[in-house]
Every structure is written in structure tokens, then in C-alpha cells.
């Protein structure tokens, strides 16, 4: 069974400008989640997709927002890029609530803003 | 309202000696918690979970972990460390409260000395 596969696996952008990451579910996942682990912040939760609908959304600005797409994979977009971006971008995904159902995580997209 | 304490962000052990990552967990409603580990360049794996059922849980490559709820406390142990346990350690808290939002630690960043 394939895990959940993310892609670019590395990007590098300049600030100001646009990125999207893409991330395909294990099959049969419906939930989504992304999260940012930056330099020292640790694991920050972003955002939480199900059955196509945003579900819950973290700490962040509006320049972060995604969808989820009626296969079930997902696209998280950053707008007006800022150095902070800079993160590993991991995207898990799960049968549905994560409290029933383990959310299984992908690689992750290294994002470098200079 | 949930969150978790890592409470060391290294701990250093010899191979073959015991692991103790200890984590402090808060929350409003029943937790689900769970330890993932990352090693280096690689994406986030499931080390084990509590759910609500037996409170010491087994996991994978000889790690368990007791949920004490007295305490708040669900911290990780394996009784004999191998080189291949070096990766950095997260523990993660999710309950109804937040809308099964998973909330990390800040990480434990585990060291084997030869």
C-alpha cells in the first residue's frame, strides 16, 4: 500500500512570491492535515481537511490556506512568502477523526525562502 | 483546550542503557496521546498510542509508555537503548475538545553514545 506521498520534495522561492504543495492521501483517507515544522518551533498545526471541507485551522494568517481536492488529496498554498516560511511542510492523513484513527504523515516538502 | 510538555529537549544515553523521554500532557476532555518519532531527513512514524484502553502500551522497536492520569503524564521508556533509537522524539495529545486537533510537543532530541 503506497503511504502518503507529498510533492515537490524540496523548493526553494524569494520572498513575496507564491508556492503550492501537494499532497496525496493513503487510499481510503479522507482527512488531511498539514503542518509546518520550522527551526526550533517545533511541529506547528496549519490546517485539517475532511471529506473536502476545512475542518479546523491553526494560528495562521490568511496567506496559508489549502483545499482538498474530491479525491481526497490536497493543496496547501502560501501567498506573499516571508523568510519564516522557511519549514519542512508535512502532510498526514487519516481515516477521519484522529482521536479514532492514526494520521499517517508523509515525507514532507522542504520550502526555503531567501 | 489541550497542550503537551516535553520536558527535556535532549537527553543523551549510552547503548544499552535504559530510555526515559518524559512528557506532561493538559487537556479539557479524555486524551488520545500518542509518540512519534523522525529520524534525520525522513518523515514522522508512529511509535505507539493511548486511546482509552490498557494504560501501559506497547509499541514498536521495544518502546511502551504509561499513561498516568494522576499525573498527566505519558512518558516514553525502553529498557535498553540501541544506536538506531538516535532520532528526535514528539509527543502528541488529541481529544474532542479540540476537534481531534493532534497538538505536538516541542520534541526530544535523543542521543546513543556508543
Known amino acids: 500500500e503506497a503511504g502518503v506521498t507529498q510533492s515537490p520534495t524540496h523548493l526553494i522561492k524569494t520572498r513575496g512570491q507564491q508556492v503550492t504543495l501537494r499532497c496525496s492521501p493513503i487510499?481510503?483517507?479522507?482527512?488531511v492535515y498539514w503542518y509546518q515544522q520550522a527551526l526550533g518551533l517545533g511541529l506547528q498545526f496549519l490546517l485539517w481537511y475532511d471529506e473536502g471541507e476545512e475542518r479546523n485551522r491553526g494560528n495562521f494568517p490568511p496567506r496559508f490556506s489549502g483545499r482538498q481536492f474530491p479525491n481526497y488529496s490536497s493543496e496547501l498554498n502560501v501567498n506573499a512568502l516571508e523568510l519564516e516560511d522557511s519549514a519542512l511542510y508535512l502532510c498526514?492523513?487519516?481515516?477521519?477523526?484522529?482521536?479514532?484513527?492514526?494520521?499517517?504523515f508523509g515525507p514532507g516538502t522542504r520550502l526555503t525562502v531567501l | 483546550a489541550q497542550s503537551v510538555t516535553q520536558l527535556d529537549s535532549h537527553v543523551s544515553v549510552s547503548e544499552g542503557t535504559p530510555v526515559l523521554l518524559r512528557c506532561n500532557y493538559s487537556?479539557?476532555?479524555?486524551?488520545?496521546l500518542f509518540w512519534y518519532v523522525q529520524h534525520p531527513n525522513k518523515g514522522l512514524q508512529l511509535l505507539l498510542k493511548y486511546t482509552s484502553a490498557a494504560t501501559l502500551v506497547k509499541g514498536i522497536n521495544g518502546f511502551e509508555a504509561e499513561f498516568k492520569k494522576s499525573e498527566t503524564s505519558f512518558h516514553l521508556t525502553k529498557p535498553s537503548a540501541h544506536m538506531s533509537d538516535a532520532a528526535e522524539y514528539f509527543c502528541v495529545v488529541s481529544s474532542r475538545g479540540s476537534n481531534y486537533k493532534l497538538t505536538f510537543g516541542k520534541g526530544t532530541l535523543l542521543t546513543v553514545n556508543p
Open positions: 487510499s481510503g483517507h479522507t482527512s
Open positions: 487537556s479539557s476532555y479524555s486524551p488520545s
Open positions: 498526514a492523513s487519516s481515516l477521519g477523526l484522529a482521536g479514532d484513527t492514526l494520521p499517517v
